[in-house]
């Protein structure tokens, strides 16, 4: 629970200190767009053979594409949680295709969601690495908070999933990006 607490505590901060800024900036989107940060991530997996509890680390964000409309987004989206588990590294993430739409184009609310390609590795050394891929599919809420004219603080969070041979695996996640627009 502790793991948890420190992130969540840092992305309100954020939050609170963004807020007094955002409201001098009007929700604009046109043109190229780009977003990346940190995140807490909790990983379960589910595989053939194996028991696992959930796992917390580190999930990275990077992602990009073009505006369609005031209120759309679409592009494309790498996301990926790792850690280290008693000498084994463990990866989970996704490449895809990435939709934000903005139920009310002139508030900083979004829902995102796409689908794409889940990738899975597993390297224990010595005693050998194991990878694979499937598809995956990822659903999220956030909100841009202006700082500046083209530039938002993003926290946001959200759940992907990878379907693999012989199990799944989803993590969910809480964090702050930085959003160019």
Same mark, same amino acid.
């Given at each position: 629970?502790? @793991?948890?607490?420190? %992130?969540?505590?840092?992305?309100?901060?954020?939050?609170? &200190?963004? =807020? %007094?800024?955002?409201? !001098?900036?009007? !929700?604009?989107? !046109?043109?190229? $767009?780009? /977003?990346?940060?940190?995140?807490?991530?909790?990983?379960?997996?589910?595989?053939?053979?194996?028991?696992?509890? @959930?796992?917390?680390?580190?999930?990275?964000?990077?992602?990009?594409?073009?505006? &369609?409309?005031?209120?759309?987004?679409?592009?494309?989206?790498?996301?990926? $949680?790792?850690?280290?588990?008693?000498?084994?590294?463990?990866?989970?993430?996704?490449? /895809?295709?990435?939709?934000? $739409?903005? %139920? @009310?184009?002139?508030?900083?609310?979004?829902?995102?969601?796409?689908?794409?390609? &889940?990738?899975?590795?597993?390297?224990?050394?010595?005693?050998?690495?194991?990878?694979?891929?499937?598809?995956?599919?990822?659903?999220? =809420?956030?909100?841009?908070?202006?700082?500046? @004219? *083209?530039?938002?603080?993003? %926290?946001?969070?959200?759940?992907?999933?990878?379907?693999?041979?012989?199990?799944?695996? *989803?993590?969910?996640?809480?964090?702050?990006? =930085?959003?160019?627009?």
């Amino acid at each position: 629970m502790a @793991r948890l607490f420190r %992130p969540t505590i840092l992305a309100v901060l954020a939050i609170l &200190a963004a =807020v %007094p800024a955002a409201a !001098q900036h009007s !929700q604009t989107r !046109q043109g190229f $767009w780009i /977003s990346g940060g940190p995140s807490f991530g909790s990983l379960d997996l589910a595989c053939d053979g194996c028991e696992t509890d @959930r796992e917390s680390g580190l999930t990275l964000l990077l992602a990009m594409g073009g505006t &369609a409309g005031p209120g759309l987004l679409i592009g494309g989206q790498v996301e990926g $949680w790792g850690k280290e588990i008693g000498g084994v590294d463990l990866t989970v993430g996704h490449l /895809s295709g990435v939709v934000y $739409w903005y %139920p @009310r184009p002139a508030s900083g609310l979004f829902l995102k969601g796409g689908g794409g390609l &889940a990738l899975y590795s597993v390297d224990a050394g010595p005693l050998g690495e194991e990878e694979d891929t499937g598809l995956a599919l990822h659903a999220g =809420v956030g909100y841009d908070l202006r700082v500046g @004219r *083209n530039l938002s603080l993003t %926290p946001a969070t959200g759940v992907f999933w990878g379907d693999f041979d012989g199990g799944d695996a *989803n993590v969910l996640h809480l964090g702050v990006s =930085v959003t160019g627009h």
